[in-house]
């Protein structure tokens, strides 16, 4: 595969998950044109950037290869035995960013504004027997349902383009994604790489337990999850910058999940990943209970039990007094 000129492919640490597709991502921005570094939020990159992510799986004898991750590396994609899903798209403009989904047809890729459901047959990471998927390409509602912001009203943002997920080399190799925006002349302001957050690397299998979990719930709830996302309301905070326990979800309560909670009483009960609302969602793929909302239709199971081991491995439970006590300083 060949980009276009001036098209830089990128890697994240920790990937959305969505059934198992890899992912292709490139951006590009004008020629002299950047955006400023930021430690926290997605970068805030100039008008005429555009950003892509192709959504595809692996093949073998026609049937679609679920695998945990690829290395991103273009020399490694073998468009012949490789099932290419959607190509999207979020296109900075004037006015804000636009998102634009493409789904593909054999070779070609047709513009859906509706989005589209895909079936398809899928063979799990186990090397079990394949089973059928219906794969969502999401329509452009339902992109801006995960990046539209509370910050700016009803502005469309970037998720993946921040210093914890770019801080990384590219495909797995040596250097640093944002040294090489910076000497690309993208990145302006950027302090000395001491500074720079990181996410868990996602295959690396040396990463602490703790830093993956939060890595994982970083990428694929944070963005509705936080203090201007679509889910603010829920007091549910699972980006990386919050640490407090009771915006955690540790011994909290949910607000309005309704039968979104399983019968069970919190969000996270230290000890008990069974007896917590986010792992109940997270291992259930009903659609009107399993969250992520969209983005997928099968469990990660994975991911889901990275965090169950996570919240098996805090101390305490919600009843003890020293616990009450941290919740209430939270």
Known sequence: ?????GVLPYDVNTPLFAD???????????????????????????????????????TDGGVAQAAESWDGRLEALDLARAHLVETRLLVRQAEGWEALAYVWRGAEAWLSITGAIIPLPLAPPDGGAAR????????????????????DGDALMPIGLTTRQLNRGYGGGPGNQIADFQALGWLDGVPPATEWARNADWVD?????????????DANCGHCHNPVGRADTTGLW??????????????KPPIAAGQGTGGRRYSIVPGQPDASILVFRMADDDPATRMPELGRSIVHRRGLAVVSDWIAALPNECAEPDYAGALAEG
């Not at 595969?1 to 000129?5: A, Y």
């Not at 950047?34 to 595809?56: M, N, V």
């Not at 059928?132 to 910050?151: D, E, I, K, L, W």
């Open 205 to 217: 299998t040396d990463e602490s337990l703790a830093h993956m979990a939060r890595s994982y719930l």
């Open 132 to 151: 059928p998927v219906n794969y969502m390409v999401p329509s452009r509602n339902q992109c801006a349902s995960c990046h539209v912001t509370g910050q």
């Open 238 to 251: 699972l980006n990386t910058h919050h640490d407090t326990l009771r915006r955690l979800g540790l011994c």
């Open 1 to 5: 595969m060949v980009l276009g000129e």
């Open 20 to 58: 198992y597709a890899q992912k292709l991502r490139t951006v590009w921005l004008p020629p002299g044109r950047s955006a400023r570094f930021d430690a926290d939020q997605a970068y805030d990159l100039p008008e005429g950037t555009l950003i892509t992510k192709t959504f595809f799986y692996p």
